[in-house]
């Protein structure tokens, strides 16, 4: 029996599943089971982003996700709870972006591009820090209260 992949406690680029070939296409599948450290609960996609913008500007209490750029290109800029910063690239539909909760995020849109979200837990306001203040203060404390800030 193959080792169970060992699940994600930060931020990092994950491979996704696919089958295919150049002369038929690709088919990239995510189950939750083996690859996330999480269910998922909810998907949704941002699309028709002028180029250029620049998206996200928040951080989540607990929520996980994985961001995946189905079509075209996005320049992901996290912050850690330490105030460090990480850069990451997504222009591959067989890779994928996992981001625990407590991270900031900006995402920066090319032309064309997809993102895809599968996310932990059910929409709620509560679930966003959009205060960056608020969120470099739970970030030094080293806790979320989920309270909407």
Avoid: K
């Avoid at 995020?105 to 837990?121: G, H, I, K």
């Amino acid at each position: 029996m193959p080792p169970t992949p060992a699940v994600p406690s930060l931020p990092c680029l994950l491979p996704l599943p696919c089958t295919g070939s150049a002369d038929t296409g690709f088919t990239v599948s995510v189950a939750s089971e083996g690859l996330l450290p999480f269910a998922v609960a909810r998907s949704y996609w941002i699309y028709d982003t002028p180029s250029q913008v620049q998206r996200g500007h928040h951080a989540h209490h607990t929520l996980q996700q994985l961001l995946i750029a189905v079509s075209g290109r996005l320049d992901i800029t996290l912050e850690t709870p330490a105030g460090e910063q990480q850069h990451f690239v997504l222009d591959r539909p067989d890779l994928g972006l996992y981001l625990p909760g407590l991270y900031w995020r900006t995402v920066r849109f090319q032309a064309q591009s997809v993102l895809l979200c599968l996310v932990s837990e059910p929409y709620s306001e509560a679930s966003y820090i959009r205060n960056y203040a608020a969120f470099r203060a739970l970030a030094a404390t080293g806790q979320s209260t989920g309270v909407p800030i």
